[in-house]
């Protein structure tokens, strides 16, 4: 069937639903001259009259009332389809692909999956959980959770949690053998735990704020790692001195196994914002999702 001839079929329709040519017309949006050419047209394609009209009254001729009979119920069902359709277009479905941090992951993703599930059941969140360093969008990614200073300019960036810092640490036994470093540049004398960004030859240097500017140190020590919680422990154990998120140390802190160092070299940078592509952002499961996140996180 052509584009008109629906068209012609949707006028005949609503003319008999209606009564009236003009209220007909109103609904479809067309002038009442517009649409007797389209009953015309209808009338010349099945080579009869389909109303009775004179100036007081309209109404179906036989032909007219055994057409309307056969296809208003079709028209029915078109139209049920096309709002199915549109609901299920607009409903929260479909996978959805997260790439988060590790420390992101455990502070972010893991504590609203419960919910999230049970709240979206049509939505199967598809994450990956590493400390690389990608293009979201060439990597096949909806949506990502980064830190601040890594978010790439054409993306859409929500913050989720308050600014971070950075602290040094070290164990209680290790400082009793080896000195408390007292600035930056003493930590080349020190055995220091490393970390290395995935993909990356070097390891990570370590960044501390120092007459309002931020600055650079490399270290040396016995052990370079790619999970910082690894190094957390590797410094609990007196191994040497590492350098992680001060929130994350805070509890061993709290419990004596280690000790804050440098702390007035230490400075706050952006925490951790949920990013996507700007033209992914109308898409019914990704913003179901930044939602949720907000509503949890959002700060």
Same mark, same amino acid.
């Given at each position: 069937m052509r584009g008109n001839e629906f068209a012609e079929l949707q006028a005949f329709v609503a003319i008999s639903r209606h009564g009236s040519f003009? &209220?007909? *017309?109103?609904?479809?949006?067309?002038?009442?001259?517009?649409?007797?050419?389209?009953?015309?047209?209808?009338?010349?394609?099945?080579?009869?009259?389909?109303f009775n009209r004179t100036t007081r009254s309209l109404s179906l001729t036989d032909a007219g009332e055994r057409l309307l009979a056969r296809l208003a119920p079709a028209l029915d069902e078109v139209a049920a389809a096309v709002v199915e359709v549109s609901h299920l277009a607009s409903r929260?479905?479909?996978?959805?692909?997260?790439?988060?941090? &590790?420390? *992101?992951?455990r502070r972010y993703l893991e504590p609203i999956y419960p919910a999230f599930c049970e709240a979206y059941p049509e939505i199967t969140l598809d994450v990956v959980i590493d400390d690389a360093t990608m293009d979201l969008v060439a990597a096949g990614f909806d949506v990502g959770i980064r830190l601040g200073e890594l978010l790439e300019q054409d993306m859409v960036g929500v913050r989720l949690g308050p600014e971070l810092r950075q602290v040094a640490v070290a164990s209680p036994a290790y400082l009793a053998r080896h000195g408390t470093p007292q600035t930056p540049a003493d930590l080349h004398k020190h055995r220091c735990i490393n970390w290395r960004w995935p993909g990356q030859v070097h390891p990570y240097q370590w960044e501390f704020l120092g007459e309002q500017r931020w600055f650079s140190v490399a270290v040396d020590g016995p052990l370079i790692v790619n999970d910082q919680r690894v190094a957390l422990e590797a410094a609990v154990n007196g191994v040497g001195i590492a350098f992680w998120v001060e929130d994350q140390a805070e509890p061993y802190v709290r419990e004596g196994k280690l000790v804050k160092l440098l702390e007035g070299w230490s400075g706050s940078f952006p925490g951790f914002f949920l990013?996507?592509?700007?033209?992914?952002?109308?898409?019914p499961a990704l913003r179901a999702f930044v939602d949720f996140l907000r509503q949890t996180h959002g700060s």
């Open positions: 003009v &209220r007909a *017309a109103e609904e479809l949006q067309i002038s009442p001259s517009a649409l007797s050419q389209t009953i015309r047209a209808l009338e010349q394609r099945i080579g009869g009259r389909l929260p479905t479909g996978r959805l692909r997260v790439h988060a941090l &590790r420390l *992101a992951s990013c996507y592509p700007q033209q992914r952002q109308h898409s």
